[in-house]
């Protein structure tokens, strides 16, 4: 009989206390949950499965929510939430792909399932996934032995995506003590980090998101150098490609089946393509519209079927590596994840394109909530060994300056969690207040990125334009949340925003902003350039004009009538957007300013020493 958790003496408070941290992979299709035991992970399995299926049934008013194997026994797709963890962070406008449920909501705005039981947030559903969960773990585990949980999402998540995961789980009273990209997780659970040095790309096809992330170990420290994803690919559309083959190949319009009937069969489609794991046909015996239909479906139609999601993902490998600027052949290992890559034209698909054996050794389904339970027995312990996580930013974070441009605070792919501070100061004299517009992307203007956050910093004491200091800090946490602040340096007068966003970006969307400043990049630098110029020009006539408000009377009416001309110049060349035109307009502008400035500054130097003797100096 072996004797488990043991401390030293004298080193346990409480006698028999068991501490425990679980983690969770909260999957599209499946979820699971883990916990380390006497130095061992593993899942806590669910009757004779570990995997509890992502669905929730709300399909009647006075019954409570039905979460699991249960629920996937109704024929009501309308009610039945499947793949919820699509809806997560994403607007109304952003859902582009199939699905049978009604949706209402703003376009701008994350959407509610309209069900039998009122209207259900994908927030909520998550939650009651997690509850569920929750409750396996504590029945399993000693009673309130539980201290916290490590939750895994898609690496690409961004921070609205995030704050609704988080959202979903406090709900539930689980104490989170780390949001953890899958990949990273699936790197912990094969112990790479043993390696001390290397590079991994980690291919994590689920039922319903797809992500790569390339990590990097060194001094044992886990990088993530680039990560790319699809919260849209996965198994399910590989279920369905299966189902629009069926009743293509029965010569029936996929518009003249109802929803009901293609959930029925992508579910059927789903068991014959598990078959085909272990065989290298099956016969298919099926009705559509009330009539039989019969087929053999092999591997190799199940290649052509599938070959846009297998396309898709490579795609995507390729731009991960072209990010991190390397080649296949520099990668150490790669790693399968999630249950689609037990299909073996997807292992023969990842081997020919990296030309090396994929690991697969780890149950592709648990090793992302194995990792999840290993980080998490790590925080509670505060083990002294603890594998240093870096993750980073899918997008570039920024804010708006003078004319529009993108000042670029947190560039993409930067390491977090992390700080980063810059000084800004006002545009105009006697300014007292300033808008902070936080934005994503990777344009040089504001209206090429995506709006995050606005906040109003108040209180900037009057002063001359450019005089005032204000630093603006963007700190990201370990668990991807961004925190913008402002601080004006005299008063210490500040503002801040937690950046939450009412839907997040899909991956779809975050690929377009990367094409869309690769491709604009020489365009966006030569515009950029203009508007610095405006901005400056504008700086120019605007100090200008206060200077002769104040001092215009130690000018002749000739040269005054002069230097306004010119000033008129430079604001007609400011609006013709003419980088040309301006700097000639500027150019001529440039002597009369100047000699004014010696003006005022002899008038300044004059009144400093009137009535000033000699002696005085000695």
């Known amino acids: 009989m072996s004797l488990l958790q043991i401390s030293e003496p004298n080193q346990s408070a409480k006698p028999h206390q068991h501490r425990h941290a679980i983690g969770i992979d909260l999957g599209t299709t499946h979820s699971l949950v883990g916990v380390v035991r006497s130095g061992r992970a593993d899942v806590l399995p669910f009757d004779d499965t570990p995997l509890l299926p992502s669905v929730v049934y709300y399909g009647d008013r006075s019954a409570t929510p039905i979460v699991g194997q249960t629920a996937l026994g109704f024929n009501d797709p309308t009610n039945t939430i499947i793949s919820a963890k699509r809806f997560m962070g994403r607007s109304l406008a952003d859902i582009k792909f199939s699905h049978p449920y009604t949706l209402a909501g703003q376009e701008n705005a994350m959407p509610v399932f309209i069900t039998a039981q009122g209207e259900k947030s994908p927030v909520e559903t998550s939650a009651h996934i997690l509850a569920r969960l929750y409750a396996h773990a504590k029945a399993a585990l000693p009673t309130d032995s539980i201290q916290g949980a490590v939750i895994t999402v898609p690496a690409y998540f961004d921070e609205a995506q995030r704050q609704a ?270 808008v902070i517009h936080v934005v994503q992307g990777e344009r040089e203007t504001v209206a090429d990125c995506r709006t995050l956050a606005k906040f109003t910093l108040t209180g900037i004491p009057p002063m001359k334009a450019g005089l005032a200091r204000i630093e603006v800090t963007f700190t990201i946490d370990a668990n991807g949340q961004l925190t913008v602040s402002a601080m004006e340096q005299t008063t210490k007068v500040a503002s801040q925003v937690n950046v939450i966003p009412s839907y997040g970006l899909s991956e779809e969307q975050q690929e377009a902003l990367l094409t869309a400043g690769f491709m604009n990049a020489a365009a966006d630098k030569e515009k950029r350039m203009l508007i610095e110029a405006q901005v400056e020009a504008e700086r120019e006539i605007l100090a200008l004009r206060s200077a002769l408000s104040e001092f215009g009377g130690l000018l002749d009416d000739t040269v005054k009538a002069e230097l306004n001309s010119k000033i008129n110049t430079v604001t007609d060349a400011i609006a013709s957007n003419d980088k040309t035109v301006l700097k000639q307009a500027i150019k001529e502008l440039k002597p009369l300013s100047d000699h004014f400035a010696s003006i005022i500054m002899n008038e300044n130097v004059k009144e400093a020493l009137s009535g000033t003797k000699t002696s005085d100096w000695s």
Request: a negative charge.
């Open 165 to 434: 995961t988080k959202d979903a789980a406090t709900s539930v009273g689980l104490n989170v003590l780390r949001l953890l990209n899958e990949p990273t997780a699936a790197a912990i659970a094969y112990g790479l980090q043993s390696a001390k040095t290397g590079t991994y790309l980690i291919y994590d096809l689920g039922g319903g998101t797809f992500d790569v992330s390339l990590l990097s170990l060194k001094d044992e420290v886990f990088e993530v150098l680039a990560t790319g994803g699809n919260s849209a690919l996965g198994g399910d559309d590989i279920d369905r490609l299966i189902a629009n083959f069926f009743i293509k190949s029965a010569n029936i319009h996929p518009k003249d089946v109802d929803n009901t009937q293609k959930s029925n069969l992508s579910h059927l489609a789903k068991i014959y393509k598990q078959k085909l794991s272990e065989h290298q046909a099956v016969s298919v015996e099926i009705e559509i519209n009330g009539k039989p239909f019969s087929t053999i479906l092999t591997n190799d139609i199940l290649k052509q079927i599938c070959e846009p999601v297998i396309r898709r993902s490579l795609q995507t490998c390729q731009q991960v590596l072209s990010d991190a600027q390397l080649d296949k052949s520099e990668i150490n290992e790669v790693v399968l994840v999630g249950g689609s890559t037990r299909m073996p034209i997807i292992k023969e698909a990842v081997q020919n394109f990296f030309g090396r054996q994929p690991l697969c050794s780890i149950n592709p389904d648990e090793v992302v909530a194995l990792g999840a339970s290993r980080l998490a027995d790590q925080l509670i312990n505060k083990n002294e060994n603890n594998l240093l996580l870096l993750d980073v930013t899918p997008l570039s974070l920024g804010l708006e300056t003078m004319g529009g441009l993108t000042e670029v605070i947190i560039p993409r792919n930067t390491p977090i969690p992390v700080a980063r501070r810059q000084t800004f100061t006002t545009h105009a004299d006697g300014q007292t207040g300033m």
